[in-house]
Protein backbone atom coordinates (compact mmCIF):
# COMPACT_ATOMS: atom_id res chain seq x y z
CA UNK A 1 0.00 0.00 0.00
CA UNK A 2 1.57 3.63 -0.78
CA UNK A 3 1.59 5.58 2.48
CA UNK A 4 1.67 8.55 0.81
CA UNK A 5 -0.48 8.31 -2.35
CA UNK A 6 -4.15 6.98 -2.48
CA UNK A 7 -4.03 5.71 -6.42
CA UNK A 8 -8.37 4.71 -5.77
CA UNK A 9 -9.18 8.25 -4.94
CA UNK A 10 -6.47 9.99 -7.36
CA UNK A 11 -4.98 12.17 -4.42
CA UNK A 12 -3.13 12.51 -1.80
CA UNK A 13 -3.66 10.44 2.02
CA UNK A 14 -4.96 12.16 4.58
CA UNK A 15 -2.20 12.67 6.69
CA UNK A 16 0.03 14.34 3.95
CA UNK A 17 -3.34 16.66 3.16
CA UNK A 18 -3.45 17.56 7.13
CA UNK A 19 0.22 18.24 6.90
CA UNK A 20 -0.09 20.39 4.27
CA UNK A 21 -2.57 21.97 5.34
CA UNK A 22 -0.77 22.84 8.94
CA UNK A 23 1.99 23.84 7.02
CA UNK A 24 0.57 26.82 4.70
CA UNK A 25 -1.56 27.83 7.55
CA UNK A 26 1.75 28.03 9.68
CA UNK A 27 2.60 30.17 7.02
CA UNK A 28 -0.69 31.90 6.79
CA UNK A 29 -0.30 32.68 10.28
CA UNK A 30 2.95 34.50 10.24
CA UNK A 31 2.28 36.38 7.18
CA UNK A 32 -0.56 37.95 9.34
CA UNK A 33 1.25 38.19 12.09
CA UNK A 34 3.04 41.16 9.78
CA UNK A 35 0.51 43.62 10.59
CA UNK A 36 1.05 45.82 13.45
CA UNK A 37 -3.04 46.35 13.19
CA UNK A 38 -5.00 44.03 15.46
CA UNK A 39 -8.28 44.55 13.62
CA UNK A 40 -6.28 43.85 10.22
CA UNK A 41 -4.84 41.03 11.86
CA UNK A 42 -7.43 39.05 12.78
CA UNK A 43 -9.44 39.67 9.22
CA UNK A 44 -6.36 39.16 7.18
CA UNK A 45 -6.38 35.46 9.34
CA UNK A 46 -9.52 34.78 7.77
CA UNK A 47 -8.60 35.77 4.82
CA UNK A 48 -5.66 33.55 4.59
CA UNK A 49 -7.22 30.70 6.21
CA UNK A 50 -10.05 30.72 3.66
CA UNK A 51 -7.65 31.04 0.78
CA UNK A 52 -5.43 27.70 2.24
CA UNK A 53 -8.39 26.20 2.26
CA UNK A 54 -9.17 26.58 -1.75
CA UNK A 55 -6.36 26.16 -3.03
CA UNK A 56 -5.69 22.60 -0.36
CA UNK A 57 -9.58 21.73 -1.54
CA UNK A 58 -8.95 22.25 -5.15
CA UNK A 59 -5.49 21.11 -5.32
CA UNK A 60 -5.28 18.01 -2.62
CA UNK A 61 -8.72 16.92 -0.94
CA UNK A 62 -10.26 17.21 -4.50
CA UNK A 63 -13.30 18.44 -3.39
CA UNK A 64 -15.20 21.88 -3.37
CA UNK A 65 -15.67 24.26 -0.24
CA UNK A 66 -18.91 22.71 0.49
CA UNK A 67 -17.07 19.63 2.23
CA UNK A 68 -15.79 21.84 4.76
CA UNK A 69 -19.21 23.12 5.34
CA UNK A 70 -19.20 26.58 3.69
CA UNK A 71 -21.74 27.44 1.38
CA UNK A 72 -23.66 30.55 0.43
CA UNK A 73 -27.67 29.26 0.66
CA UNK A 74 -30.16 30.84 2.77
CA UNK A 75 -30.34 27.71 4.74
CA UNK A 76 -26.32 28.29 5.63
CA UNK A 77 -27.44 32.09 6.43
CA UNK A 78 -30.35 31.19 8.24
CA UNK A 79 -28.48 28.27 10.76
CA UNK A 80 -25.65 31.19 11.61
CA UNK A 81 -28.13 33.18 12.51
CA UNK A 82 -29.78 29.92 14.79
CA UNK A 83 -26.36 29.30 15.82
CA UNK A 84 -26.08 32.67 17.32
CA UNK A 85 -29.24 32.83 18.85
CA UNK A 86 -28.23 29.74 20.84
CA UNK A 87 -25.16 31.44 22.15
CA UNK A 88 -26.70 34.58 23.29
CA UNK A 89 -29.24 32.68 24.98
CA UNK A 90 -26.71 30.28 26.63
CA UNK A 91 -24.60 33.12 27.60
CA UNK A 92 -27.61 35.45 29.09
CA UNK A 93 -28.80 32.09 31.15
CA UNK A 94 -25.15 32.30 32.75
CA UNK A 95 -24.99 36.03 33.48
CA UNK A 96 -28.71 36.09 34.56
CA UNK A 97 -28.57 32.89 37.20
CA UNK A 98 -25.22 34.18 38.71
CA UNK A 99 -26.60 37.54 38.95
CA UNK A 100 -29.48 36.35 40.73
CA UNK A 101 -27.22 34.66 43.11
CA UNK A 102 -25.47 37.41 44.41
CA UNK A 103 -22.13 36.22 42.23
CA UNK A 104 -21.55 39.03 40.42
CA UNK A 105 -21.62 43.08 41.11
CA UNK A 106 -22.00 45.23 37.99
CA UNK A 107 -19.81 47.83 38.50
CA UNK A 108 -20.39 50.29 35.33
CA UNK A 109 -21.12 50.60 31.92
CA UNK A 110 -18.61 50.32 29.04
CA UNK A 111 -19.57 53.91 28.35
CA UNK A 112 -18.89 54.97 32.19
CA UNK A 113 -15.28 53.44 31.74
CA UNK A 114 -12.29 56.26 31.37
CA UNK A 115 -10.32 54.79 28.58
CA UNK A 116 -8.28 57.17 25.79
CA UNK A 117 -10.77 54.74 22.98
CA UNK A 118 -14.58 55.45 23.05
CA UNK A 119 -16.13 52.30 24.32
CA UNK A 120 -17.90 51.41 21.39
CA UNK A 121 -14.94 51.17 19.38
CA UNK A 122 -13.76 48.65 21.94
CA UNK A 123 -17.03 47.06 21.44
CA UNK A 124 -16.66 46.68 17.62
CA UNK A 125 -13.57 46.01 17.11
CA UNK A 126 -13.91 42.63 19.77
CA UNK A 127 -16.96 42.10 17.58
CA UNK A 128 -14.78 41.87 14.53
CA UNK A 129 -12.06 39.67 16.50
CA UNK A 130 -14.52 37.32 18.01
CA UNK A 131 -16.45 37.03 14.12
CA UNK A 132 -12.89 36.32 12.59
CA UNK A 133 -11.96 33.65 15.47
CA UNK A 134 -15.21 31.96 15.07
CA UNK A 135 -15.10 31.51 12.10
CA UNK A 136 -11.44 30.32 10.71
CA UNK A 137 -11.19 28.55 14.28
CA UNK A 138 -13.91 26.47 13.23
CA UNK A 139 -13.12 26.42 9.64
CA UNK A 140 -9.34 24.79 10.99
CA UNK A 141 -10.33 22.80 13.05
CA UNK A 142 -14.00 20.94 12.43
CA UNK A 143 -14.05 22.11 8.88
CA UNK A 144 -10.66 20.97 7.66
CA UNK A 145 -9.10 18.90 9.71
CA UNK A 146 -12.17 16.75 11.04
CA UNK A 147 -13.89 16.19 7.49
CA UNK A 148 -10.27 14.78 6.59
CA UNK A 149 -9.75 13.02 9.59
CA UNK A 150 -12.88 11.48 9.55
CA UNK A 151 -11.69 10.08 6.15
CA UNK A 152 -8.42 8.71 7.07
CA UNK A 153 -9.89 7.14 10.26
CA UNK A 154 -12.20 5.44 7.90
CA UNK A 155 -11.21 1.66 7.24
CA UNK A 156 -13.37 -0.96 5.40
CA UNK A 157 -13.85 -3.04 8.54
CA UNK A 158 -14.94 0.41 10.67
CA UNK A 159 -16.39 1.98 8.00
CA UNK A 160 -17.24 5.96 7.78
CA UNK A 161 -19.58 6.37 10.91
CA UNK A 162 -16.53 5.15 13.17
CA UNK A 163 -14.19 7.35 11.35
CA UNK A 164 -16.19 10.59 11.63
CA UNK A 165 -16.40 9.80 15.67
CA UNK A 166 -12.71 9.19 15.99
CA UNK A 167 -12.06 12.37 14.48
CA UNK A 168 -14.53 14.56 16.44
CA UNK A 169 -13.33 13.00 19.72
CA UNK A 170 -9.44 13.96 18.10
CA UNK A 171 -9.80 17.44 17.10
CA UNK A 172 -12.02 17.78 20.37
CA UNK A 173 -8.69 17.02 22.55
CA UNK A 174 -6.41 19.08 20.28
CA UNK A 175 -8.99 21.77 20.34
CA UNK A 176 -8.45 21.89 24.01
CA UNK A 177 -4.89 21.38 23.96
CA UNK A 178 -4.85 24.65 21.76
CA UNK A 179 -5.93 26.70 24.55
CA UNK A 180 -3.84 24.96 27.58
CA UNK A 181 -1.58 28.06 27.39
CA UNK A 182 -4.38 30.79 27.74
CA UNK A 183 -3.88 32.48 30.83
CA UNK A 184 -5.47 31.10 33.84
CA UNK A 185 -5.84 27.31 32.15
CA UNK A 186 -5.82 24.15 34.10
CA UNK A 187 -6.70 20.53 33.95
CA UNK A 188 -10.66 21.76 34.58
CA UNK A 189 -10.54 24.44 31.65
CA UNK A 190 -9.07 22.22 29.41
CA UNK A 191 -11.42 19.69 29.92
CA UNK A 192 -14.25 22.14 29.38
CA UNK A 193 -12.83 23.54 26.14
CA UNK A 194 -12.97 19.69 24.36
CA UNK A 195 -16.10 19.38 25.60
CA UNK A 196 -17.05 22.63 23.87
CA UNK A 197 -14.73 21.13 21.53
CA UNK A 198 -17.52 17.78 21.00
CA UNK A 199 -20.34 20.45 20.83
CA UNK A 200 -19.17 22.08 18.38
CA UNK A 201 -18.77 19.16 16.12
CA UNK A 202 -22.18 18.38 16.53
CA UNK A 203 -23.93 20.49 14.30
CA UNK A 204 -21.41 19.92 11.47
CA UNK A 205 -21.70 15.98 12.08
CA UNK A 206 -25.65 16.44 11.73
CA UNK A 207 -25.95 19.36 9.20
CA UNK A 208 -22.64 18.67 6.72
CA UNK A 209 -22.68 22.39 7.39
CA UNK A 210 -20.42 24.82 9.26
CA UNK A 211 -22.69 27.72 10.03
CA UNK A 212 -24.41 26.44 13.26
CA UNK A 213 -20.92 25.75 14.85
CA UNK A 214 -19.48 29.37 13.71
CA UNK A 215 -22.23 31.11 14.75
CA UNK A 216 -22.25 29.46 18.42
CA UNK A 217 -18.50 30.08 18.33
CA UNK A 218 -18.46 33.55 17.58
CA UNK A 219 -21.54 34.64 19.79
CA UNK A 220 -20.23 32.58 22.46
CA UNK A 221 -16.87 34.66 23.01
CA UNK A 222 -18.44 37.98 21.87
CA UNK A 223 -21.27 38.15 24.27
CA UNK A 224 -19.46 36.46 27.09
CA UNK A 225 -16.67 39.06 27.04
CA UNK A 226 -17.64 41.97 25.10
CA UNK A 227 -21.46 42.12 26.12
CA UNK A 228 -21.48 40.28 29.94
CA UNK A 229 -17.74 41.15 30.90
CA UNK A 230 -16.59 37.64 31.74
CA UNK A 231 -13.25 36.62 30.74
CA UNK A 232 -12.68 34.42 27.44
CA UNK A 233 -10.88 31.78 27.87
CA UNK A 234 -8.18 33.68 30.64
CA UNK A 235 -8.45 36.73 28.61
CA UNK A 236 -9.83 39.97 30.08
CA UNK A 237 -11.82 42.36 28.13
CA UNK A 238 -11.45 45.64 29.66
CA UNK A 239 -14.53 47.96 27.75
CA UNK A 240 -17.11 44.88 27.72
CA UNK A 241 -20.74 46.91 27.74
CA UNK A 242 -21.33 45.18 31.19
CA UNK A 243 -18.11 45.99 33.55
CA UNK A 244 -18.50 43.20 36.30
CA UNK A 245 -16.95 42.01 39.44
CA UNK A 246 -17.29 37.92 40.32
CA UNK A 247 -17.27 36.78 43.81
CA UNK A 248 -18.81 33.30 43.00
CA UNK A 249 -17.18 30.09 43.40
CA UNK A 250 -14.77 29.27 40.66
CA UNK A 251 -16.24 25.78 40.44
CA UNK A 252 -19.12 26.90 39.57
CA UNK A 253 -18.18 30.54 38.12
CA UNK A 254 -15.06 29.24 36.25
CA UNK A 255 -13.50 31.95 38.15
CA UNK A 256 -10.71 34.16 36.29
CA UNK A 257 -10.66 31.97 33.03
CA UNK A 258 -14.38 32.83 32.55
CA UNK A 259 -17.81 30.55 32.27
CA UNK A 260 -16.11 27.92 30.33
CA UNK A 261 -14.13 26.72 33.12
CA UNK A 262 -17.18 26.21 35.17
CA UNK A 263 -20.29 23.92 35.95
CA UNK A 264 -21.74 26.94 34.48
CA UNK A 265 -20.13 26.66 31.19
CA UNK A 266 -20.70 22.81 31.17
CA UNK A 267 -24.87 23.48 31.81
CA UNK A 268 -24.84 25.92 29.36
CA UNK A 269 -23.27 24.00 26.50
CA UNK A 270 -25.73 20.85 27.71
CA UNK A 271 -28.78 23.56 26.86
CA UNK A 272 -27.12 24.27 22.83
CA UNK A 273 -26.41 20.70 22.23
CA UNK A 274 -30.22 19.98 23.45
CA UNK A 275 -30.96 23.38 21.17
CA UNK A 276 -28.92 21.59 18.09
CA UNK A 277 -30.70 18.31 18.72
CA UNK A 278 -34.07 19.72 18.74
CA UNK A 279 -33.57 22.09 15.43
CA UNK A 280 -32.40 18.96 13.82
CA UNK A 281 -35.12 16.63 14.34
CA UNK A 282 -37.47 19.33 12.96
CA UNK A 283 -35.79 19.85 10.00
CA UNK A 284 -34.33 16.35 9.35
CA UNK A 285 -36.64 14.36 11.01
CA UNK A 286 -34.01 12.07 12.78
CA UNK A 287 -30.21 12.72 14.67
CA UNK A 288 -28.89 11.15 11.85
CA UNK A 289 -25.12 12.20 10.95
CA UNK A 290 -25.37 14.03 7.52
CA UNK A 291 -24.50 11.55 4.39
CA UNK A 292 -21.16 13.10 3.84
CA UNK A 293 -20.19 11.44 7.05
CA UNK A 294 -21.78 8.30 6.65
CA UNK A 295 -20.49 7.10 3.52
CA UNK A 296 -16.97 6.82 1.75
CA UNK A 297 -14.88 9.47 0.07
CA UNK A 298 -16.21 9.00 -3.44
CA UNK A 299 -19.42 8.90 -2.65
CA UNK A 300 -19.34 11.70 -0.08
CA UNK A 301 -17.84 13.91 -3.14
CA UNK A 302 -20.94 13.07 -5.51
CA UNK A 303 -23.06 14.47 -2.58
CA UNK A 304 -21.01 18.05 -3.17
Excluded: C
Aim: net charge neutral; glycine share 10%; proline share 3%.
Amino acid sequence: MNLIYNSEENRFRAGIRLLSYLFLTIIAAIISGLISNTVLNYITLSITFFGVAWLIAKGMDKRSLSGYGLESTKRWWLELLIGIGMAIAAQTIIFAVQWQMGWIEITGFGWNRPGTEFWLISVSIAFVQMASVGFYEELIFRGYALRNLAEGFTTKADGARKGAIWATAFTSVFFGVAHIANPNADFISTFNIVLAGFMLAIPFLLTGRLAISIGIHFAWNFFMGSVYGFPVSGIEFRRSVINITETGPDLITGGNFGPEAGVMGILAMLLILGLIFLYHKRTAGNFEMHPSFKEPYQKTDELG
